[in-house]
């Protein structure tokens, strides 16, 4: 850790040193009206909307939710931990999830679900543990499966959602079949109920709607509306049965064309004509759960989970383009989080030329849950707005957790394989001083008079008002830009951390920056071009003070590599990078 923060830290002095602006540019041209409100719109925030998949639960991320989830997922057998990668990677069957866990979890039956849970436990993290729903599951680790071989044959073990008989905690081997049930009951054996320190969380499935084309070897035809909802009644009165105060997410739907009609089912024209009040598959799936839960007498969908990926397209009319150094197209990037929650912007997008009714889709889905099954919560548990090894990640990555706290998102959690920048952004929510401290719990009003340049988010813990914190992005692309931030009382401390182009972290940048300027209830900051920043405003430095005195402790020569004020110009820069050097030599000098 301590290697990787001085390395960083020297990759930054060398981009301060290349980047600076000539001494007596004038780079600042725009301005933004900031206005926080303590008073008005609080709402609790969810702690598990900072959240990951599993590919990144073991990565440095202090996140506050882990979904083990995914295509690999819908073929794992949990008996034997083998796993199909269907058309991820011709459909290899294999110990994929073996490769990840410790030696001594290896053989042992569940080996991803206890992973999960460990690192779960260790990060403080609420853990979702997928279940199986397509039928099948991988038999072997013998490598690809043929189409030849596709089920049922040899080559893969049926799935019953209910065993119907005894559980066993010694699952048999010999039986060609995986009860779920069983599953449920093992982990709870294994760690705990839902409350005890087990897994809190069960996904029902993975993007049902695509398994002709993901698993067409265990799914060939198309999953139809009544199917997904019969087998989801099934395993979550299975669920519930075991572990009551468990929470069921589902039906983990891959995108917009899932939301509308189940990604073309064959009988959602017919549910529709009979059912003429049904908007779009969303509505379908909630109100048939809800009819459920009235007959069977307890909630069976806690959680409406669906996955997000944005569609909107690169000013070079591309979807995904990974031009950082096109201004227009970086203003596409930015913006797109917008289809998260603003009426006002139409993306461009496939789902723009086909009418975008369900845009934006949080208040839509929203909507639905008031009119088909109040009180289900939210959950986006697969999105990425892009960015891994570019700032734009961590700005996207900032705006979308304030838009999910706003929206009243109840988990949400990051989907990639790479996500330097986009984990710096959770960071900075949830550990910005590496010290565990972070965003507020409750949410307050806070407006920006211009967010296609700067959005921002504030946040209080509980009532207490001596303490705000402060998400602001500056997403324009080469200009400064000055956020006036009005508060609605007096304070008189500010602490800034950020992330900007010079490394994917978070970086203290001190009580006494020369970029912001405190005055009774106004703060003025000068932020810089592609930023996001976190600024912690307190009535007082000591209530600060007292606050650290009981956060975990950090090493004083950590202290000092994470510290990087923000001074202008190369005379500045020069000043750090004589101070970084000096200290780098300094540690050297120390370790041997």
Known sequence: MKKRKIAAFVSAVVAILCCAAPVGADTASKSVNITVDTSKDRKAISPYIYGTNAELMKKDVSCGSVRAGGNRYSAYNWETNASNAGSDWKNMSDGYFQQSVSEELRNTPGCAALDLADV?????????MTLQLAGYVAADMDGEVTKDQKAPSDRWNKVELVKGSDFSLEPDLD?????????????????????????????????????????????????????????????????????????????ALFGYG???????????????????????????????????????????????????????????????CSHYSDPDCVYNKLNATRSLWDDTYVEDSWITDTGAEFLPILPALQKSIDTYYPDTKIAITEYDFGGPYDVCGAIAEADALGIFAQNNVYCANLFTMEADYQMAA????????????????????????????????????????????????????????????????????????GINSMAAEVFDMSDSNSAVTINGSYISYEMEPRTVSLLVIAKDKSVLEAKKDTSSAVSKDEKQISKLPLIGGIAGAAVIAGGGALLFKKRSKKEE
């Open 426 to 497: 959770i960071n900075l929510y949830t550990n910005y001083d590496g010290q565990g401290n972070g965003f507020g719990d409750t949410l307050v009003s806070c407006t920006s008079d211009d967010i296609e340049t700067s959005t921002a988010y504030a946040s209080i813990n509980g009532d207490n008002t001596d303490v705000i914190t402060l998400i602001v992005t500056n997403k324009s692309f080469s200009d400064k830009t000055t956020a006036n931030i009005k508060l609605d009382s007096e304070y008189s401390y500010a602490h800034l951390y």
């Open 120 to 128: 779960c436990k260790q990060k403080g993290a609420y853990p979702i």
């Open 258 to 320: 899932a939301f509308t009609n189940f990604a073309g089912a064959p009988d959602w024209t017919e549910i529709q004509s009979l059912n003429p009040d049904y908007n779009w598959f969303i509505d379908y799936y909630l109100d048939q759960m809800k009819k459920a839960e009235d007959e069977n007498g307890e909630r069976l969908l806690d959680v409406l989970d669906v996955h997000f990926y944005t569609e909107a397209k690169g000013a070079c009319g591309e979807r995904y």
């Open 175 to 251: 039986d060609n079949t995986v009860y779920m049930d069983e599953f449920v009951n093992y982990l709870v054996n294994k760690l705990g109920d839902s409350q005890n320190g087990g897994i809190k969380g069960y996904s029902l499935d993975n993007e049902p709607s695509l398994w002709k084309g993901t698993h067409s070897l265990i799914h060939p035809e198309q999953t139809s509306c009544e199917e997904i909802v019969d087998k989801s009644v099934t395993l979550s009165k299975a669920v519930k049965a075991i572990d009551p105060n468990a929470e069921i997410f589902g039906p």
